[in-house]
């Protein structure tokens, strides 16, 4: 048993260090696509583009690794069976669960590592490549401009444009809204502007042209002033040649890990608690302080205060569940992503020693399937419990309840040697199928 446990394990490295290879090539490949023009537009250093790459393999890891279990498993099995090993371990009296225990109990290692990566590494990574990409952001934030879109590249100034030439830093249709400490808000129009860069690359002059400018007057706030003008210019130093790193106290849900993440849940629920104790009371002092003496029914008397309360009550007990669930759902996905590499082993399994074929091509084609299902459950829950529409628990872990209850049907059937197709059904299969005409046999003839 040892003997074959170690050759059934051995068969399974190659494929999956070959599956984890090629998932997490296609995961880098999309991860350039969508920072090239970043990049290439904020002239980053190599050091940089680097450093990023480095901090997006966690979460890129975190999700490659169930991936890859379930292509190996596949592709592992199905070259079991096709060389007639799987036939001759169980003509030695070996079941199917003994021939897949050994898998299964790596499948457990691989869960509690990951379950560990994504409590100590996987935070402070996400962590780091936020603080990163604010920073690269912040450098060159004028290329943030797009059209339609109003935008607030520096602190004091917000922009809507209609069209952006990047080639020409050509912009139309311009709208700027300038904010200063001891002056009213500025409204900028004009028909078209011109970014111009510094040689030092350190200062944005913005030079507009046909426009207006508004503004109220600060001593009598109902009027304003209109100037128009022909040309004008706007100058914004230190736009962001060098790349500033800042450190951020703040972290998000994936930048937590489980413990912060369970005693963000539990501050929340005691908030909402709160909150609906606090409208609780709220009702009933309105509703006795609202009622004369001698009126029986109190909804006679609630006034439009209170239900504009009621409802401001109601909105905030939404926002509170809302940022719940969502805390909720990080914290269920550290443990529901790495679970899926035991369910993927009790699914794969069956399906490799049926497919009888071990080729990196067949594997994937079978499990992109069971993966693509997998991974829109686990989009489209996170989705609906961020809307309230589903429980946080069942928005994680149903997509592993549906596949561990296929997977554990398949192994039974397959363990007992029976098709996966029931009999009433197959017989029904065959009815529905075309009917083969008796060949016609010729006049007999006497002896």
Known sequence: MRI????????????????????????????ILDYLELFIGRDIPLSVIFELFVLSLGWMFALAVPMAVLIAT????????????????????????????????????????????GHYVLPEANHHLSNLLVAVHRKKPALEIKPGVFTTPFKDLSILVDDVDDRTSTIRGVTIQ?????????TIRAD???????????????????????????SEPDKYFRLRFKTHEIRMNNAGSELVRTQREHRSDREMNITALRGKVRALEDQLSDVRQ????????????????????????????????????????????????????????????????????????????????????????????????????????????????????????????????????????????QSLVPEPFRRRLRALGPRRNPTPSGPETAP
């Open 178 to 186: 300038r904010t200063h400490r001891t002056r009213p808000t500025q």
């Open 278 to 417: 606090k409208a609780r009371s709220e009702v009933v002092r309105s509703v006795r302080s609202s009622l004369p003496d001698g009126v029986a029914d109190s909804t006679a008397v609630y006034g439009a205060d209170l239900l504009k309360s009621l409802r401001a009550e109601a909105e905030r007990e939404a926002a509170l569940e809302r940022e719940i669930n969502r805390y909720a759902v990080e914290f269920q996905k550290k443990f529901s992503i790495p679970f899926a590499c035991i369910v993927f082993v009790v699914l794969g399994a069956p399906l490799g020693t049926r497919i009888r074929h071990g080729s990196f091509v067949i594997g994937l084609a079978v499990s992109a399937g069971f993966i693509l299902f997998y991974y829109i459950c686990l989009i489209g829950g996170e989705q609906l419990a961020d809307r309230r529409y589903l429980p946080p628990f069942w928005s994680m872990w149903g997509a592993n309840i549906a596949l561990g209850i296929v997977g554990s049907w398949v192994f039974v059937r397959t363990s007992l040697e």
């Open 192 to 218: 078209s502007g011109h970014l111009i860069w510094s040689e030092d690359g350190n200062v944005l002059t913005i030079e507009l042209t046909d426009g207006e400018i508004h503004e109220v007057d600060s």
């Open 74 to 117: 596949i592709m592992a099995f199905g070259r079991l069976a096709a060389d007639n090993e799987i036939v001759a371990m169980k003509a030695g009296g070996m079941s199917l669960f003994q021939i897949t225990s050994p898998v299964l109990a790596a499948s457990v290692v691989v869960t509690v590592g990951l379950i560990l990566f």
């Open 4 to 31: 074959l446990g170690r050759y059934i394990l051995q068969e399974h490295i190659g494929p999956f260090l070959f599956a984890l290879a090629v998932v997490l090539f296609v995961l880098i490949v999309n991860f």
